[in-house]
Each structure stands twice: as C-alpha cells, then as structure tokens.
C-alpha cells in the first residue's frame, strides 16, 4: 500500500480499515453512499466508540511509535484513521491495515469490535518538544468518534466532508493541534527516592515493551535522593570501545544514571530497555544481537561488565548494581575468568577521596558469594546477595590493616582467585 498524505506539510493518517474497502474510501462521503457504491446504513445514529489508553511519554529515540486499540459499535465500524504531528513537521508513514477483521463481541452480543495496531516511524525528535495525534472512528453509517484523550467528540460525516479539515492558515492549524492528545517527548526522567524505596521508571511508546526502570528497596539510601534516568544518544563516538570483548564497538543503549557515583547499601535491581519492534533478534538500528547483550558500566576509562538476564518478551536486560555510573547495552562475548577480576589491583580505602576507594567485581549476581582472606589464610569478609565491591573492611565493619588479601569468588560452580592491596 502505497503512503498517503492527506495534508500538505502537517498531518499524515494510518488507515485502518476492514479488508473488503480501499483504504481511501473514507476520505469523501455523502449520508447515503461512500466512494465505491457502499451504502450506509442511514437508520444507525450511534456512534463508534474507541477504547485505547493514551501514550503518557514518546523518547526522542524511539524511532517507532506504537498505537493501538479498539473500535466497538453496535452494527459495523468501516474504518480507523490515526491522525499525528511532531510538532508541526511532517512525518511520512504507511497505510496499516488493521490486524484482523472486525469480530462480534462474545460479551456484548449486539457489538462488533476490531482491533487497531499502528507503527509510526519517526525522524529525530527533540527533548521538550510534543508528539501530538487523535484516533478516529467511522461506522457504517457514517457516524464516526474521535478520541483525543479526556473527551470524545461525535459527529457524522457530510457531502464531501474530509477530515481533518483543509487546514490552511498557522492558526488553523494550531488549533487543530490544540485538540489532539499531547504527549511529551524527553529521554529523561527524575524522582524523588527516600530511605524506603522506590521505582523510577522511563517510559517508550510501545506498549508490548517492559520499561527502563529503577527498583530501588527499602534501606538501599539512608536519606532523601533524586534520582534520574537519562537516555544518551549511543552513536556518540565518547561511548565506542575498541575492546576485543565486544561484538560491536558501539553500544546498543546507553543511559546515565544520576547522581553518579551514589552508592546503596542494598542491591538496587536495573532494567534497560532496548528496541526490536519486529522481535527479530537484532536491536532495532544496530547489527547487535539481542542473545549476545549484556549490561556494562564506565568507569571514567572503560566499560566493565554487569551483565544481566535478557528477557525477548519485553526487551530489557536486567541485573543488581551497587552504585550509579554510566551504563550500555553491549553485545559480547561470552565472560572469561578475568573479566570477573576486579580491574582495582590497590585500593586506599582510607583516603575516602573517589578513587580506587573500592574494589569492583563484575558479573556478580544475587547468588553469587565473594569470600576476602587476609595473608595468613583467615576469611575475615564475606561478600553475598548481588554485594559487587569490597571497601576494605571485615565482618565487623572496621577497616583492616595495610597488606595483601586474597578473594576467592565463586561462580558457576568455579573458583575464580586474585589478590587486592591494602594501602592507607
């Protein structure tokens, strides 16, 4: 089907429309006939109705939006038509046929029912800036709804009528805009987190899709933090890495998490949320392969692995982290000995200064358990339930000498040994 444009430089529509119809049927009409010798049913002056939830959030790197719902009316709906604007730019699309034909309801027998779903794929957008768009929905009789989100307004269509109508002064369109549902665009996300937790969570405009978030328990902060959520732009060159571990030298997704460098004192659990609309295994715009994605965080010099489960139902990754810092999505290979080594070989935890105060393990999950030995071969910490660093100190929270410790940690069924200095 070929693409349509229904207004000159503003609006494009989707075209939902049962199988039998052209999609451009409904653009002219009289009371008695559609284009193409259809006749309405001229006794049926109830309206459609339409049942979607409004996007509450687009990001400006969703490069796909999705909007979806039903259309019920008591004899037959004959058409969807989704009207949208980026802020006044044109954006080209397609003609959606709808996914399935319209279907008697099992619960209200007199009702027919079809199910919308339409894909927009848009330029960059801007954070700050407003998506805008309505749904509306024509019966057989001409009688159509149109929902652009607290109200829904009704009419029927007349000779020659098209909507929207012929916009053609700034304030016309203006104020055609001004009735459409206004969702805004950001990449970012703040709120406030006190001692008892939370979650913090980035919406996207697909809503088959799990979400960015944050789950934040109970004790993991010991006073009130704002905590935010910001999508970086990963074709940005200062996120490349040349490192051999990584499939692809450019992340998937990247998004900082603030305030940086906080950490908690319980596991705070991260899901990152990437695009594959289609489900096809790569991440939408990238050669990454969804199996091969694991979480990473920068820390000031590289990129050190996390982790992370996919989950291809919602695509997200999720993983535990400690402490906020920069993190991506990168495909890998898989994780040697090594990678779980701390990269700190000497750390100074007395200085208390924000360098090489910790040392960080990598890849660690909530079964994983590290043990620290002093030189003599005495265990004097144990690090369990998804704990990645250690901060030189023992059991009893005190502050060990100068000198060599070994740690022993132990995963998927092997022990993985190294050594980490003391210095004050």
Same mark, same amino acid.
């Given at each position: 089907?070929?693409?349509?444009?229904?207004?000159?430089?503003?609006?494009?529509?989707?075209?939902?429309? %049962?199988?039998?119809? *052209?999609?451009?049927?409904?653009?002219?009409?009289?009371?008695?006939?559609?284009? !193409?010798?259809?006749?309405?049913?001229?006794?049926?002056?109830?309206?459609?109705?339409?049942?979607?939830?409004?996007?509450?959030? %687009?990001? &400006?790197?969703?490069?796909?939006?999705?909007?979806?719902?039903?259309?019920?009316?008591?004899?037959?709906?004959?058409?969807?038509?989704?009207?949208?604007?980026?802020?006044?730019?044109?954006?080209?699309? *397609?003609?959606?046929?709808?996914?399935?034909?319209?279907?008697?309801?099992?619960?209200?027998?007199?009702?027919?029912?079809?199910?919308?779903?339409?894909?927009?794929?848009?330029?960059?957008?801007?954070?700050?800036? +407003?998506?805008?768009?309505?749904?509306?929905?024509?019966?057989?009789?001409?009688?159509?709804?149109?929902?652009?989100? /607290?109200?829904?307004?009704?009419?029927?269509?007349?000779?020659?009528?098209?909507?929207?109508?012929?916009?053609?002064? &700034?304030?016309?369109?203006?104020?055609?805009? $001004?009735?459409?549902?206004?969702?805004?665009?950001?990449?970012?996300?703040?709120?406030?987190?006190?001692? +008892?937790?939370?979650?913090?969570?980035?919406?996207?405009?697909?809503?088959?899709?799990?979400?960015?978030?944050?789950?934040?328990?109970?004790?993991?902060?010991?006073?009130?933090?704002?905590?935010?959520?910001?999508?970086?732009?990963?074709?940005?060159?200062?996120?490349?890495?040349?490192?051999?571990?990584?499939?692809?030298?450019?992340?998937?997704?990247?998004?900082?998490?603030?305030?940086?460098?906080?950490?908690? $004192?319980?596991?705070?659990?991260?899901?990152?949320?990437? &695009?594959?609309?289609?489900?096809?295994?790569?991440?939408?715009? +990238?050669?990454?392969?969804?199996?091969?994605?694991?979480?990473?965080?920068?820390?000031?010099?590289?990129?050190?692995?996390?982790?992370?489960?996919?989950?291809?139902?919602?695509?997200?990754?999720?993983?535990?982290?400690?402490?906020?810092?920069?993190?991506?999505?990168? $495909?890998? /290979?898989?994780?040697?000995?090594?990678?779980?080594?701390?990269?700190?070989?000497?750390?100074?935890?007395?200085?208390?200064?924000?360098?090489?105060?910790?040392?960080?393990?990598?890849?660690?999950?909530?079964?994983?358990?590290?043990?620290?030995?002093?030189?003599?071969?005495?265990?004097?910490?144990?690090?369990?339930?998804?704990?990645?660093?250690?901060?030189?100190?023992?059991?009893? !929270?005190?502050?060990?000498?100068? !000198?060599?410790?070994?740690?022993?940690? *132990?995963?998927?069924?092997?022990?993985?040994?190294? +050594?980490?200095? %003391?210095? *004050?």
């Amino acid at each position: 089907m070929k693409i349509k444009r229904l207004l000159p430089s503003l609006f494009l529509a989707f075209v939902c429309c %049962v199988p039998q119809l *052209k999609a451009a049927t409904f653009v002219s009409v009289s009371s008695t006939t559609l284009s !193409g010798g259809t006749c309405f049913k001229t006794t049926d002056t109830q309206p459609p109705s339409v049942q979607h939830v409004a996007l509450r959030q %687009v990001n &400006p790197y969703d490069k796909t939006i999705i909007i979806e719902g039903t259309a019920t009316d008591n004899m037959a709906v004959r058409a969807v038509v989704i009207y949208y604007s980026a802020d006044g730019v044109q954006i080209s699309t *397609k003609a959606y046929p709808l996914s399935s034909a319209q279907t008697k309801s099992s619960t209200l027998p007199k009702s027919y029912f079809f199910s919308f779903n339409a894909t927009a794929s848009l330029p960059s957008l801007s954070n700050n800036s +407003t998506f805008y768009y309505e749904i509306m929905a024509i019966d057989d009789s001409g009688n159509y709804t149109i929902f652009n989100g /607290a109200a829904q307004s009704t009419g029927v269509y007349q000779m020659r009528q098209t909507y929207p109508p012929n916009l053609q002064t &700034p304030q016309q369109i203006s104020q055609q805009i $001004s009735q459409m549902v206004k969702v805004p665009v950001s990449s970012i996300v703040t709120q406030k987190i006190d001692k +008892t937790g939370g979650v913090v969570t980035l919406e996207n405009a697909n809503p088959h899709d799990g979400k960015t978030n944050l789950n934040i328990p109970d004790g993991a902060v010991s006073s009130e933090q704002t905590i935010t959520i910001n999508q970086m732009d990963q074709t940005d060159a200062r996120y490349m890495s040349s490192s051999k571990k990584f499939l692809s030298s450019n992340p998937a997704m990247v998004y900082d998490l603030q305030p940086e460098g906080l950490m908690f $004192s319980r596991p705070v659990q991260v899901t990152l949320h990437y &695009p594959d609309v289609n489900h096809s295994g790569i991440v939408d715009g +990238t050669t990454s392969s969804v199996d091969s994605l694991k979480i990473m965080w920068w820390d000031g010099f590289d990129w050190r692995f996390v982790g992370g489960t996919v989950d291809k139902l919602t695509n997200t990754v999720t993983a535990t982290v400690e402490h906020f810092s920069l993190y991506a999505l990168f $495909s890998t /290979a898989d994780m040697t000995d090594n990678d779980y080594r701390p990269a700190e070989r000497i750390i100074t935890p007395a200085t208390a200064d924000g360098i090489n105060d910790v040392a960080h393990f990598s890849g660690i999950e909530l079964t994983d358990v590290i043990n620290i030995f002093d030189i003599t071969g005495r265990k004097i910490r144990t690090l369990n339930n998804g704990t990645d660093h250690w901060d030189g100190r023992d059991d009893s !929270g005190s502050m060990v000498k100068s !000198g060599i410790y070994i740690y022993q940690l *132990k995963k998927t069924g092997k022990l993985i040994n190294g +050594t980490i200095v %003391v210095a *004050k």
